[in-house]
């Protein structure tokens, strides 16, 4: 079979099942029930250039945009207030109790809390991710007895399988690799995104193509990344497929990625993101 062939079929499998014919990044209906050469290179042109924005990428209009804003500042008064690792296991009731006991927080808005619920029920489909959701309900928790806080890092991962990964990683890897991010609930998700998409003014195709949207994270799961001690947010560019870790990694046959090079998911590559769990989770 011929590359372009190979990538309209996985494209179409893809893009099209269980989500109703619906084309990447917008509404569109396809009738014919076949994918273009234009369509498969506009595709990989928006993975290419991930953090641009393209023609038909989905907006926020100005008003959702104004309670996001509400919503973000809330958030990360929220955060600063309990702790960055703390805030990687905090569930939406928890945000929701904390953000009213604490006058520096102040109470959620209806408009902002209805907000959050748009967001995290909104089918991503819409705007270009395409990823599984293993976190299905809002208010769906991290369980703190079944993870465990990792030295040096301020992050956490699960007891069991993603610990014992990570550990084996380090003890043959070396000392030179570290954990940039483990568990995160859905509020710590909630809060990378909804920085994203105001960063990109209300984008949330360019915003999706980066980060998962809330729900859609197997950081909430198992799946966590790694990097190079020293390296710093290099380690979240393809620049971290340079560094001594990667190429160690690989050697190993550690290597297992979510979001591998010209995935048909909407998202970007990910060579840092260690998958741990199954996408039928």
Known sequence: MRRRDFLKTTLFGAIFYGYSFRVVAGQKKMHTGRISDDFIRDYLQKMEDFDKPHPGDVYLDGNQLRIL??????????????????FHLLSFDEALKLARNYSRVGRFTKEEIDFLEWIFYR?????????NKPMANLTDCIQKGKVKKIPGTGNYL????????????????????????????????????????NRSKGNLSLASRSLAPPGFSYHAVGDF??????????????????????????????????????NFLGVRFEPWHIKVVSSSA
């Open 69 to 86: 804003q509400s919503s973000l500042k809330r958030l990360t008064r929220l955060q600063r207030i309990i702790g960055y690792g703390n």
């Open 123 to 131: 089918d991503a489909a819409g705007y270009g991710f395409l990823g």
């Open 225 to 262: 990344d790694v990097g190079q001690i020293g390296y710093g947010v290099a380690n979240f560019t393809e620049r971290f497929t340079r560094t001594r870790v990667f190429q160690k990694l690989s050697r190993l046959n550690y290597i297992t990625l979510r979001y591998s090079k010209g």
């Open 158 to 197: 699960y007891k069991g399988r993603p610990l014992s990964l990570y550990l084996k990683l380090r003890k043959d890897v070396g000392k030179h690799l570290i954990l940039t991010s483990g568990v995160r609930s859905i509020m710590k998700q909630t809060l990378l995104f909804l920085n994203k998409a």
